[in-house]
């Protein structure tokens, strides 16, 4: 490392000095030789150069620097500089804000500041940091005050910039709110004290004053017919209209008070109230109304028919929170009323008391607005019905429910509604789907298909009757549970339950073999019908089989006895019960049997067992249950099959043997005649193709004939059409070319004629032009020689011939007299020319060239 430093000018160093640890400046230009007890601790580095304008801070400055001795330091003080000399840092001093020493003068760029400008209606706002003399006045630590510009600010060691303060616009129709922080003057030098507001209304900047902040900048609120200002006091004063307010108190400000509101301290601007307009056919109920006091009425309403406008005073608000349409009935739609206080009502120019709780009816058509003291209930309309329609209504003073059916239109009547019959879910799925369900395999179910009622199937009303379409030979059984009495009903009919009625839901056993419960069914069907079954029996031999079997059944009953058609019903389940009892009495008689003689004999000895025995030639009888008269009027075998798996597969394996057999001796008659009839259709397919070859011959020759003619006709065409169309071609080009040349003499024509007529226009114009403009000329010179004329004869008559003559006489009759003046009598002279003119002399004498002759 080299002991020398090359200081250049404007720049310093700081060297150490190691004996006695003292820095020392040295400022340049110089080479420095640094000696063994030396060291360069800082620099070399710029001075610092403060442009005009600027100012920098130096903290813990030297108080009085003596080379190569101690200095003291002012530690935690600042030095402030401004623009001058440039100037170096002594040891221990350092700039404010600076980023370090370095060798550019960037590194000071920071540190520089401009002094502060305050603008016009501006202030900064200065804070005093030590006791001082500010330019005769006496400033203590923690003191606020405000320098208002334009100015431009020096900044001084004592003194902190709090920040600058921009002025408030108030702008024509605003008003700010001002609020002191502490005890103050404002500007009106009136004295505030801690948190007290006011406003300033004066439009213009207003900047606040040390102790004073903007609290909101408000707008002036118009008034106009159609608004109105809901005003709440915060404290207790008297408002803008001179009247005693006392804090919380609200009310209304409308534009018949004022037409434009620009706030006052201690008023809050609760909300814009619109007016509130009820047209004709519409009315408005008023909650907590404000009397002729201004005192609100809590708990009370008040009503207001159109056509009306209002405001909505504090505390008040609109039922329902907005204005309501009349309600207007036509001549089927009628309300229910009830009274909710006691009050007479006028019905019919009638006066009619109504007591608290009382329920009534107005039928349209009319236009119904509700008092105060009625609520309406709802609003029906007449129900029409059909013939097989109807509906469950409900009396609400006995609580009885009935049916009304149509063909009618009904009108519930004030203590009636409607009432819904509710259904039991399975009820519900039944009637939906006809009357049937179960899983897909159900032979019955497509018997209910017919009985869907696609209303049911989309929603059922509970208000409306509960009807089902009972199919043809058929039955339903309903259950009144009110009365404990049942009835039948056979189809095809449409049954209606009333209020208390039910369906009697019948759960089947259904599939092969049966399953208990399978099907459920609302209606019981008649028959004749069938019922298959699969049951498994044993022989004496110990052979089990299975069986599929088919009854056909029906039912005996008189329709007109009450008590046969309940009887039908007594049996929940009489498709299980028939199976059970039929499949007993098969396994019975079948377990007296042996399988050889069974399987010959199935069919007799299963109707032998359904129905007894029968004597040769005799059709088997009939099978009749008592319990719900079901009869079985036949029995058919469908399939026998062995319940052992080796005997299935014995048996199986026969019949497939015996099959093969037959069909290979089929296969085999079938492939000789196959042969025999493939080599005849063999024979006649080569003798067809003889005679084919021998007519494309013939065909090929005729051909070749038909190209040559063709050919001939084919140069003969071409040559004439070549010869017509040349023909053609020269007589259409000629006839062209003549078209071609009387377009151009006519365009010729044409554009000589336009030109013409240009030419004619054009002259014709300029003649017009010039002869109006020699009119208008002399127009002019006859309107401007007129005008002198009228001037002078107005002159004339203005002055008067006895005017005229005094100005013409004034000038000699003054000469005259300053003649006589002079004491010179005035001559006769002959000659204009006499050496002497007492007349000339006297027109010199004032000033005048002209020549006056007196007789």
Known sequence: MSNLTQILPLQFAHILDLNTNIVKLVEGPQTLM??????????????????????????????????????????????????????????????????????????????????????????????????????????KAGDKWQLVGPVTYKPRPEVSVEGLISPTIIKSGQVIKIRATQDTVDTNGRDRVTGEEWLVKKPGAYLPGVFEEVVHVDSSYTITPHTALHLKATMTLTDAMGKQRHAGEEWLLTSDMMTEYLGQVGVEVVKVVKLTVVKKGQYAVILNPVDENGKAQLGQKSLRVGLCSFFLHPYESLQMQSV????????QESLVLQAINDFTDIMDEKKVKRKTGDLWLINGPCN???????????????????KNDGIYVQNLRTGKVRLVMGPCAYRLTATEELWEKKLSKETEELLSVGGGMGSGDIRKLAYFEQSIDPNIAKGRDKTRVVTYRCPSNTAVQINNY?????????????????????????????????VKGALKSLCLMLGPDFISDIIEVETSDHARLRIQLSFNNYFEVDKTDEASARKIFSVPDFIGFACRQLGGRIRARVALTTFDEFHRYSAPIIQAAVFGPTEAGEPAGKLRFSANNLVISGVDVQS???????????????????????????????SHEAAREEQIARGHLERQILMTEKESERERVKLYELKAQTAAVESTGQAKAEAQAQAERLLIEGQSDIEVAKLKAEAANIEDSSLLSIKVMLQKSDIDHNRKVNVMEIEKQKSFSQIEVNKFREMVNALGPATIVAMANAGPQNQLNLLKGLGLESVLLTDGNSPINLINTAAGLVGKDHTYSQD
């Not at 119904?368 to 059909?386: A, C, D, F, W």
């Not at 404990?484 to 599939?511: I, Q, Y």
């Not at 026969?654 to 008659?669: C, D, G, H, R, Y």
């Open 34 to 139: 640094l000696q063994t007890n030396e060291k360069l601790v800082a620099g070399p580095v710029p001075m610092v150069v403060v442009p005009l304008g600027h100012y920098c801070v130096i903290n813990d400055p030297v108080k009085e620097y003596i080379d190569g001795e101690k200095c003291s330091l002012y530690i935690g003080q600042k030095s402030i500089k401004f623009h001058g000399e440039p100037f170096a840092l002594y040891p221990g001093e350092w700039l404010a804000d600076a980023q370090s020493f370095g060798k550019e003068s960037h590194s000071y760029r920071d540190a520089i500041k401009p002094l502060p400008v305050v603008k016009a209606n501006c202030a900064l706002r200065l804070i005093a940091d030590l006791d001082h003399d500010d330019n005769g006045v006496e400033r």
């Open 324 to 331: 309501q349409n009349a309600v207007i009935l036509s001549e």
């Open 368 to 386: 119904y607005i509700p008092p105060i003291e009625v609520e309406i209930i709802k609003q029906r309309s007449t129900i029409p019905l059909n």
């Open 482 to 514: 009110q009365m404990k009495t049942a009835r039948v009903v056979f189809g095809p009919d449409l049954v209606v339950l009333g209020p208390h009625e039910n369906f009697n839901v019948l759960r089947l056993s259904a599939g092969k073999p049966k």
């Open 640 to 670: 026998i099959e062995p319940v052992d798996v080796k005997m299935r597969d014995s048996l199986s394996k026969s019949v497939q043997l015996a099959i093969e057999i037959a069909t290979k001796s089929i296969e085999a008659a079938a």
